[in-house]
């Protein structure tokens, strides 16, 4: 028994042990079975290393993972063995395949969607190269594909027509 009525032993063995209190532990905790934690905040401030997996479960109208960061420091990174792959700064800006990304998507390689769709108005559209070199947009009554820089050039590479049709709503 320790002071203040704690108690200081060595090894504890015991079916059950309930801590009505605070409880500081300063050496390692090993635990052999599953761990539940109820409480409005709790902190954890580690590096899981050797980890299978960590899962999130929510139900209902919960937010199932949810990270503040106060600081400059990115969101989220998540990496493939030592390759970060996935990237969420603290601007809002996603990286996928980029560890810094310089706008709101920001993609390392071929990107493939079943639709796109952009904003309206003049700064609507897609853009293709490093300086928005090739801008393809409709402007809620014309389409247009505007090129910047160097020729445009349409290639069919099957050596068949390439063809400009206009047709009427008759």
Do not use: M
């Amino acid at each position: 028994t320790g002071g203040s009525g704690g108690i200081n032993a060595g090894v504890v063995t015991c079916t059950g042990l309930d801590v009505n209190g605070n409880g500081d532990i300063s050496g390692n905790l090993v635990l052999g079975g599953d761990l539940t934690v109820n409480g409005t905040t709790t902190t954890l401030d580690t590096n899981l290393i050797g980890v299978d997996r960590v899962e999130v479960g929510a139900a209902g109208a919960v937010v199932g993972l949810a990270v503040t960061q106060s600081g400059t420091a990115d969101l989220v990174r998540l990496y493939d063995g030592s390759t970060q792959v996935v990237t969420v700064d603290d601007e809002g800006n996603v990286g996928l395949g980029s560890a810094i990304p310089s706008v709101k998507l920001d993609v390392a390689g071929i990107i493939k969607a079943t639709d796109f769709k952009a904003p309206d108005g003049n700064t609507n559209g897609f853009y293709v190269g490093g300086s928005d070199d090739l801008h393809l947009f409709h402007n809620g009554s014309d389409s247009y594909i505007e090129n910047d820089t160097g020729n445009l050039t349409f290639t069919n590479k099957n050596n068949n027509n390439i063809i400009f049709k206009t047709t009427s709503s008759e």
